[in-house]
């Protein structure tokens, strides 16, 4: 009880005037005014356990079915009573979800669960010097009451305004990830961010699964070098050789002076018995790898393969 | 680096499959993580490996159990991190304090202080305990 009071007198402290950003999210006129994913499961926390049920709220949310009590050996340290945050994204990868960073902003956040996406969240519940560090999940707002829902400990319908979200999710330096199927996007306009998640996903993930997030991202940002050469490389390793020239001819278009790009290609045209094209190809990769030996180094093995297959078979 | 390897081994499970189909043609493709890397600026894999070199010292696995960490959770835990966050992990090691040795620095990175912010300990103290 008293401990709710303390909140409670937390709460309305951190209401006194509201946190920045918070007018720019209630005014921002591409944001419905309200959402709630009413739908999102919920898992109570135990102990300290909420980096575990947060996880596994977000990831049940997009039907990869796993418990907290699966996830606690994965991100779970008892020593420090909590989860690492890194650990979180690593053990959303693992468990066959893309971890997509937020950028750093109210809207961002507010935008997802607009789209259908609920947002895990790192908050600092106390203050800088005296962290009560938390995750929890955004299931919903409300721009014209200012609130939002989330599913946070032991509440299925944590309801806090938008002043204080903003406050205490800024002391965790605006943490922010969503996880998603391969194959879905986020809302956010952030080809980097999917990138850098898609990569960070192929570690662990089957081929198709790793072509099927490249496919989806590359057609929407056509032009992203990382999006086309892992489009590329995904469906090389599936045996796609046919659509993995096509991204790879497109990253050259769009990149003239991308080496790998024309390195990959020369590589799939010799296994498509192309040698001629891919010859050319890697001529080309080999002229602009100048610069950086270690590219260089890499280019020559398939100039040298290219010849190699040349030279066995004189046509 | 990796990448090569990682190929290469691949290459090599399906040469000894596909014994005599396979075809004398190897494809040397350059990763998209090493893509992403020089787009992003990223950092090395090696660090990885410095990381795994770490964790298994004796010494520091005993440390390691001793915070309840178990340390083959722990290994895995640095496989799935990526580049970045391994080179982020990686710098901190180097750069802990002299005085507290490397015990230390992998105890505090895995368990204090990553990327800059803090870990995610939630509720550590009874008074800020409040949204129980």
């Known amino acids: 009880m008293f401990r709710k009071l303390i909140m409670l007198a937390f709460c309305l402290l951190l209401n006194a005037c509201a946190a920045t950003g918070v007018r720019e999210a209630v005014q921002n006129p591409s944001l419905p005014r309200q959402h709630e994913l009413t739908q999102t499961p919920f898992f109570p926390q135990s102990q300290y356990h909420c980096g575990p049920a947060a996880l596994a709220t977000a990831l049940n949310a997009v039907d990869i079915r796993v418990t907290p009590d699966q996830l606690v050996p994965e991100v779970y340290i008892p020593a420090r009573k909590g989860s690492l945050q890194i650990e979180m994204l690593a053990a959303a990868r693992r468990h066959g979800a893309l971890s997509v960073k937020l950028a750093p902003k109210l809207d961002a956040v507010l935008e997802e669960v607009a789209a259908g996406n609920v947002v895990v969240v790192m908050q600092n519940l106390g203050l800088s010097w005296v962290p009560s560090w938390h995750y929890a999940v955004v299931v919903g707002y409300s721009l014209d009451r200012e609130l939002v829902w989330l599913r946070s400990g032991t509440f299925e319908r944590f309801e806090m305004s938008l002043s204080a979200f903003q406050r205490t999710w800024a002391r965790s330096g605006y943490w922010a990830f969503v996880a998603l199927k391969p194959g879905s996007l986020p809302k956010a306009d952030d080809p980097d961010a999917v990138a850098k998640a898609i990569v960070a996903f192929e570690s662990n993930a089957n081929k198709a699964d790793v072509y099927l997030a490249y496919d989806v991202a590359a057609k929407r940002w056509p032009n992203h070098l990382v999006l086309l050469m892992g489009l590329g490389n995904s469906a090389y390793a599936l045996g796609h050789y046919s659509h993995a020239i096509n991204a790879f001819r497109n990253a050259t278009i769009a990149y003239p002076n991308a080496a790998a790009a024309y390195n990959n290609l020369a590589s799939v045209l010799l296994l498509q018995g192309e040698p001629v094209a891919a010859k050319e190809a890697a001529e080309k990769a080999l002229q602009l790898a100048q610069s950086d030996p270690v590219l260089r180094a890499e280019v020559m093995k398939t100039v040298d393969e290219v010849n190699a297959y040349k030279a066995k078979k004189p046509h | ?132």
Do not use: C, W
């Open chain 2, 1 to 132: 680096m990796i990448f090569v390897k990682r190929f290469f081994s691949a290459f090599l499970a399906a040469s000894i499959l596909f014994t005599g189909s396979v075809q004398t043609v190897q494809a040397a493709m350059i990763s998209s993580a090493q893509v992403a890397e020089s787009v992003f600026s990223g950092a090395a894999d090696q660090d990885r490996a410095r990381i795994i070199t770490a964790l298994s010292r004796q010494d520091v696995q005993a440390a390691l159990i001793e915070h309840g960490i178990d340390p083959a959770q722990a290994r895995s835990r640095v496989a799935s991190l990526t580049d970045e966050e391994a080179s982020t992990m990686a710098t901190q090691i180097e750069n802990a304090p002299a005085g507290s040795g490397i015990i230390g620095a992998i105890i505090l990175v895995f368990l204090v202080l990553l990327l800059t912010d803090i870990l995610g300990f939630t509720k550590v103290y009874p008074f800020t305990r409040s949204i129980r």
